[in-house]
Each structure stands twice: as structure tokens, then as C-alpha cells.
């Protein structure tokens, strides 16, 4: 009973943003006319997403293969797509995790705790990933807008952050449980340097389709460095499990950013966010014969 009221309160949450989206012009629902005139772009967006969806599955193909898990790389990226459409609906823009959890516990009879902990292991490349580039496009919005003292100050801040990271690394390094755990995923540094890359690819195919979708789909004429770093912290508000794939609290990240921070105050600036989320959902739809097809073995 408390759960089920937890889940109509998130839904209910979703409705009020969407509708303070809509009674502040951040959303037209006719601009979505557009999703029939651009059928070749849209196409070249649909193959920016599959190119997104095998960034992923090659991250976690990577980190299974060095757990020793064996498995073929259509496999991995069969349950990527699958989990892909699930995101759409379950809570946060993590939460098609929860169906790869079964997936890969399943993958072996043995070491399924350890399966399971892959995707731990895949989500916090994924999060180095976001923020490497989300730092890149701030450092390059300091140099262009010439904020010299703000730079240096952040850079300074990154060095510390970093000296900070690595003195918790040489700490957790004497600690014999720390050990197990790197043993028993055979993590190194050569699969951390590959699974960090592969996530910073992944994200600038990301934040690359939705800057395409702002200047050639609704032409709002918007940098490419703003794109980036807005829809950066959309990603992290829309990770939070408050509403079905972050749906809402996404897009009013991404307005509040562009607002507050650039000073972009163009009207409908939610719809670009949920023009890739409808992509999505189309491009993700084949999946569930996938999906019914493991659900039969």
C-alpha cells in the first residue's frame, strides 16, 4: 500500500511539471509536427542513438570479459536494447538497471553476484564519463567567455579533487576488502582508461543528438557547449528515481540551466528534451520482441 502511494505521488509529479512546463511556454505539443518533415534527419538521429546503445553495450562487454565472464558481444548488446525501452518507464534513467540486474545474473550459473556487480562497475564509468565531459565543456565556456580568474580557480579546484581521489585510492588500497573486491572483478587500470573513454564517447553522442535536435530540428540556434553542459545536469536530475526515465524533472533541468545560467529564455525549450525521448521510444520499440523472446526461454 505505501509503495503503491510512493508510485501515484512520482506520477502525480510528473503531471505538475509537465503542466508548469506547458503554462510557461517551455513546451508546444504542435512543434511535433516536425517529427514527419525531417525523415532523413530523423534517421541520422535513430543512428546516433544505436551508436549511443553500442557504446554502452561495448562498456559492459569490456568490464564482463575482463570479470571472465564469457559472453558474446550480440548478447550484451541484446540486453542493453532491451533495458533501453525499460528506461522509459521505470523510475530514474537508471532504472532498466534493475531488469539487466536479472539479465546478467542469469548470464552463468556460477559467480552471480559477481555478474550482478558489473553493472555497478559499468554505471560508475558511466558517471566519470558524464562528468569528464560536462568539466571539458565548462573549461571551454570559461576560455571562450575569457573568465581567466574563474579558470585558474577551477582548475585549481579539479587538481585538489583529483589529489583527493587518488589519496582514498592509496588508503582503500591497503584495505583487504577493497583488495577482494579488485581481484574479484579483475578490475585495472587498462579496463578503467577504456571504460572511462568508451563513456565519454557514449555522452558526446548523447549531447551531440540533442544539440542537432535543437538547431536543425527546432532551430533555436544553440552552442554547442551550452547543449553540452545543459544537458549534462539533466542527466544527473533525470537519474534521480522521482519519475518514470526522469521524465519531467529532465526537461525542467534543462530549461532551469539555460535560463539561469545562459540566459537563453527561448520559448519551447522542453520540447527538445522530449523530441530524443520520443526518438528513443521508437527507436527502442523492436526490443520487446527481444524481450518476450528471453522471457520464453
Known amino acids: 500500500m505505501k509503495n503503491n502511494m510512493i508510485k501515484i505521488i512520482k506520477y502525480i509529479l510528473v503531471l505538475f511539471v509537465f503542466y508548469y512546463l ?3 511556454n517551455h513546451i508546444d505539443i504542435e512543434s511535433f509536427i516536425e517529427l514527419k518533415s525531417n525523415i532523413l534527419l530523423n534517421f541520422f538521429l535513430l543512428f ?11 562498456r559492459w562487454f569490456l568490464i564482463l570479459r575482463y570479470s571472465k565472464i564469457k559472453i558474446k558481444f550480440i548478447e550484451v548488446f541484446k540486453i542493453i536494447y532491451i533495458c533501453g525501452f525499460f528506461n522509459n518507464f521505470m523510475f530514474g534513467n537508471i532504472g532498466g538497471d534493475v531488469l539487466r540486474i536479472y539479465y546478467a545474473t542469469n548470464l552463468s550459473k556460477e559467480n552471480k553476484v559477481k ?13 566519470i564519463g558524464l562528468l569528464s565531459l560536462g568539466l571539458i565543456s ?14 585558474i580557480y577551477s582548475i585549481f579546484g579539479i587538481i585538489l579533487t583529483m ?16 583488495l577482494k573486491m579488485m581481484k574479484f572483478l579483475n578490475l585495472n587500470k587498462k579496463l578503467f582508461a577504456s571504460g572511462v573513454l568508451i563513456s565519454i564517447f557514449l555522452f558526446f ?12 530540428i527546432f532551430e533555436f540556434e544553440i552552442g554547442l557547449n551550452h547543449i553540452f553542459l545543459a544537458n549534462f545536469f539533466s542527466s544527473i536530475v533525470g537519474a534521480i528515481p522521482i519519475t518514470p526515465g526522469g521524465i519531467g524533472v ?7 540551466v539555460n535560463n539561469n545560467f545562459f540566459n537563453i529564455y527561448l520559448d519551447n525549450l522542453a ?9 528513443n521510444f521508437v527507436f527502442a520499440l523492436p526490443s520487446l520482441y527481444l524481450f518476450f523472446r528471453y522471457k520464453s526461454n
Do not use: W
Open 22 to 24: 506547458y503554462k510557461n
Open 163 to 178: 589529489f583527493f581521489f587518488m589519496a582514498c585510492f592509496f588508503f582503500l588500497k591497503k584495505q583487504q576488502k577493497f
Open 250 to 256: 529532465g526537461e525542467a533541468a534543462f530549461v532551469f
Open 271 to 279: 520540447n527538445i528534451l522530449i523530441y530524443y525521448r520520443i526518438l
Open 48 to 58: 546516433l542513438i544505436l551508436l549511443t546503445l553500442l557504446f554502452g553495450a561495448l
Open 115 to 127: 555478474n550482478g556487480f558489473t553493472i555497478l562497475v559499468d554505471r560508475f564509468f558511466g558517471l
Open 138 to 151: 565548462f573549461l571551454i565556456m570559461l576560455i571562450i567567455a575569457k573568465e581567466y580568474n574563474f579558470l
Open 205 to 216: 553522442t548523447v549531447h551531440t543528438t540533442i544539440f542537432f535536435i535543437s538547431n536543425f
